[in-house]
């Protein structure tokens, strides 16, 4: 069996290309990479490395994580900047003893001696959209965080070899140096190839609140479906933070087991995600909450074509 899922619509190219690898025995570290990488470049997705939106100042700073389900390995980069692939340093990251969550300055340093890609992050399409939100900001006093979207991928390979990745710039205009749950292993994501794995995307700042991604593996550890372990770790966030404060931010949780077996939960409105298994095609689904039961719809063409559509669509300056 092989397997792997991932939030948004935007990761489908991307797990197309690890649908492929997968199929003929790679390795689910490389095939998550691959498929990570695929969203990285695409310079139509404004929240995930080249073409992702900017914090306060007008600076892409992006977080990414990997972890190995095998011998449980993490590495993370937060607030990482001009590198083309933050996905890749966290992975070589992985791979050392100690330091492998590296942050700012001392991961670009890291990143240098490594030999990976340099790149400007900052596209002209992404200044056009940091300047509306400026001045929507000033004339309408609006929210500036919305419009983010957080790749994050779990992947198991013909081997029984799992993984966790995930990449992002984090929330649009955050503070300079601020970090979200992605790198943050438990939050962003968490794997074990004894178990299963998931990942999140959402406001951050609540997702670390529950360390979700973890909650999910361990209630599938108890021996629940990924579909009802998302499902409990979700609505139970959800409930504890409203009660406690009075509001939940975003909550959007993927997560698959060792059997190639997935589970979506959110408390949002249209989260879309896409999978593919030796069952299953690649395919983008829509899912909804609807009284605590997240159910799943394939995406129609139509908002298929929307979606590209709309992530293209030319932008002028107001
Ligand atoms: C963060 N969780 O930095 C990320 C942002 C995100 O959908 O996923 N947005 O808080």
Redo the contacts with the bound molecule.
């Keep these: 069996m092989w397997g792997i899922i991932a939030?948004w619509r935007m990761a489908v190219e991307g797990i197309t290309e690890a649908d492929k690898m997968l199929k003929n025995g790679a390795d689910s570290g490389d095939a998550i990479e691959v498929a990570i990488k695929e969203v990285e470049n695409f310079p139509y997705y404004k929240?995930v490395g080249y073409g992702g939106l900017p914090n306060e100042e007008m600076e892409v700073e992006l977080?990414a994580a990997y972890m190995d389900g095998d011998t449980l390995d993490i590495g993370a980069v937060a607030a990482i900047k001009d590198y083309a692939n933050p996905i890749s340093i966290a992975r070589r990251l992985s791979h050392e003893k100690v330091n492998c969550m590296l942050v700012g300055e001392g991961a670009e340093k890291f990143a240098h001696k490594e030999g990976f890609e340099r790149k400007n992050m900052l596209t002209d399409r992404a200044k056009i959209h940091y300047k509306n939100r400026v001045k929507e900001v000033q004339q309408q006093e609006i929210k500036p965080y919305s419009g983010?979207?957080?790749v994050?991928m779990v992947c198991l390979d013909t081997h029984g070899k799992m993984t966790a990745a995930t990449s992002?710039s984090?929330?649009f205009m955050?503070k300079k140096g601020r970090?979200?749950?992605?790198p943050i292993s438990g939050s962003?994501f968490y794997v074990d190839s004894k178990i299963g794995g998931a990942s999140?995307?959402?406001?951050?700042?609540d997702?670390m609140k529950g360390c979700i991604s973890y909650e999910i593996v361990r209630l599938m550890k108890e021996g629940k479906h990924p579909q009802e372990a998302c499902e409990i770790a979700v609505n139970n966030l959800d409930e504890e933070l409203k009660a406690r404060r009075g509001k939940a931010g975003?909550l959007?949780l993927i997560a698959m087991n060792n059997k190639g077996e997935w589970g979506v939960a959110t408390n949002i409105e249209g989260f879309s995600f896409a999978v593919a298994t030796e069952n299953e095609e690649p395919i983008v689904y829509l899912t909804k909450n609807v009284n605590g039961k997240c159910i799943h719809e394939v995406a129609s063409q139509e908002w298929l074509d929307n979606y590209m559509k709309t992530r293209t669509a030319p932008l002028e300056e107001k």
């Design positions: 939030t929240s977080d983010h979207d957080t994050g992002t984090g929330l955050k970090v979200g749950d992605s962003g999140a995307t959402g406001l951050g700042e997702l975003d959007s």
